[in-house]
């Protein structure tokens, strides 16, 4: 059995380390750098692609996505409050400009994170711990103005920068929730007392209308009972009983109107004075005598009247 011959194997090898040496793969959004003899000599883009085997080499591969760096900075606000802002800062290196990306910075997140400590160490101190939350927009506005104008120079576009976290001290924190907490406390109470302000005025309301229709009924009911005792008067002046007879009559039925009605009610108290039955019909007997020598008088008053008038008249006869 003849062996493989051991030149053979060399030659396979070599023929190898130049085909690897010849092509290489450059992946999607990702640029090379080619040198040659340590020189720049190409930049690569995505695709299969050919150098000079020990002659050209890969000197670094360039992404060019977007990438986020997060930055965080310890300052202290105009009211002298210490708080950490999360700056996140997104970037993209420029594919017409990776030569600049590659060669003119050894470390580009560390540049960026010095552009954004100086900026925010620059703005928020001017401005007070509320001013900050309100206006955190202002400061990513300004860290990102600054870092487009320093990395153009390098190879890299800022493309958005966000104030993502802003936190205070701690004890801050607690003063901030005791005051927003009694702030709505007072809200609070400032609505129960115009609830209650509101329930005691309409209440009032309701007892005054209240008080106003007992009033009105009040005044109905005497002009109605009023308006019957005019008529039960002028019934009897028909049958031929005189107005004192009649009122007496009426206080007579009415009196004896009401022992029914309190007399038809269980668990009624009554007091009666004078006490005794005698004493009580005494009592009616003197109102109708009363009412009767009312009458008499009145009686004989209108005969008196009468006389003088005749009298007149003869006189003038």
Known sequence: MNEFPFSNVIVLAIIVLLIYGIFFLVKQQTSVIIERFGKFQSVRN???????????????????????????????TKDDVFVRLKVSVQFQVVKDKVYDAFY?????????????????????????????????????????????????????DIIKTLVTDIDPDEQVKISMNRINASEREKVAAEFEAEAERIKIVAKARAEAESKRLQGQGIADQRR???????????????????SQEASALIVVTQHYDTLQSIGEETNTNLILLPNSPQAGSDMLNNMVASF????????????????????KSKDEE
């Open 292 to 311: 009767t020598a009312s009458n008499q008088i009145g009686e004989a008053m209108k005969k008196v009247e009468e006389e003088k008038k005749n009298n």
């Open 46 to 76: 995505s695709g299969l692609q050919l150098k000079i085997p020990l002659v050209d080499k890969v000197a670094g591969r360039i992404n060019l996505k977007i990438q986020q760096l997060d930055v965080l900075v310890e300052t202290k």
């Open 224 to 242: 109605e009972i009023a308006r019957g005792l005019e008529e039960s008067v002028d019934v009897l002046n028909n049958v031929g009983i005189n």
């Open 104 to 156: 003119k910075l050894e470390n580009p997140q560390a540049q960026i994170t010095s552009y954004v400590f100086d900026v925010v160490r620059a703005e928020v101190p001017k401005m007070v711990l509320d001013d900050v939350f309100e206006r955190k927009d202002d400061v990513a506005n300004a860290v990102k103005s600054e870092l487009n104008e320093a990395m153009q120079d390098y190879g890299y």
